[in-house]
């Protein structure tokens, strides 16, 4: 799976762990290996632009996503036996979601996984314009931002857990052993 991130906002973030999440959130919805995603982080003002020119809405926002035209609509990237895709791309505001993440009681990066989640939902073509897409969204997104937040903590324990035993194992002497050499017989 391919994709592509680039930071312009000016706002330092760990564009690997976002990289992560939509990975994650493309897996988890059976999206082809083969598909391509772009991330583009970028400033209020240019996002303040994006959003009136394709929303028609003034000031900046979160996340947009920006489905390739090329998509066939017939058939969602989700589904099974879909080759190679151009899904599209997912705007994200970090200067906008700093806000929003203070707000809501957690980090930026929290936030930042949890909009990248949902513009891979909208390139999926989920939305969440009536009451009954909502929960739908809403119900898929919570779900795959917790099976990410497990699979990235039970990974971190487990790479603690590693360098711990690699530890114990080096002051008993037994990090680098190898097997006795036999002298060559004649």
């Known amino acids: 799976m391919s994709i592509e991130i680039a930071n312009e906002s000016g706002v330092g973030v760990d564009e690997g ?22 991330v583009l982080l970028v400033e209020l003002d240019v996002m303040a632009d994006l959003h009136e020119r394709w929303m028609d809405l003034p000031g ?5 996503a920006f ?4 998509l066939d609509s017939a058939r969602r990237p989700d589904a099974a036996g879909l080759g190679p895709a151009l899904l599209g791309d997912i705007v994200l505001c970090p200067a906008f979601a700093k806000d929003q993440a ?12 949890l909009l990248t989640v949902h513009g891979v939902l909208h390139l999926l073509g989920y939305d ?30 487990a790479a603690l857990q590693r360098s711990t035993d690699d530890k114990v194992l080096g002051a008993v002497g037994l990090d680098e052993q190898k097997p006795a050499q036999h002298p060559e017989e004649d």
Request: no cysteine; charged share 35%; hydrophobic share 40%.
């Open 17 to 38: 762990s976002i990289v992560s999440a939509a990975r994650f959130a493309l897996d988890r919805m059976g999206v082809s290996p083969l598909a391509e995603l772009s």
């Open 67 to 70: 489905p390739m035209d090329e």
């Open 102 to 113: 203070k707000k809501a009681g957690h980090g930026l990066l929290d936030e930042l996984h």
């Open 128 to 157: 969440h314009a009536e009451p009954a897409e909502e929960r739908e969204m809403f119900t898929l997104q919570n779900r795959i931002l917790a099976d990410f937040r497990n699979a990235r903590d039970e990974a971190e324990r």
């Open 60 to 64: 900046p926002t979160d996340v947009m």
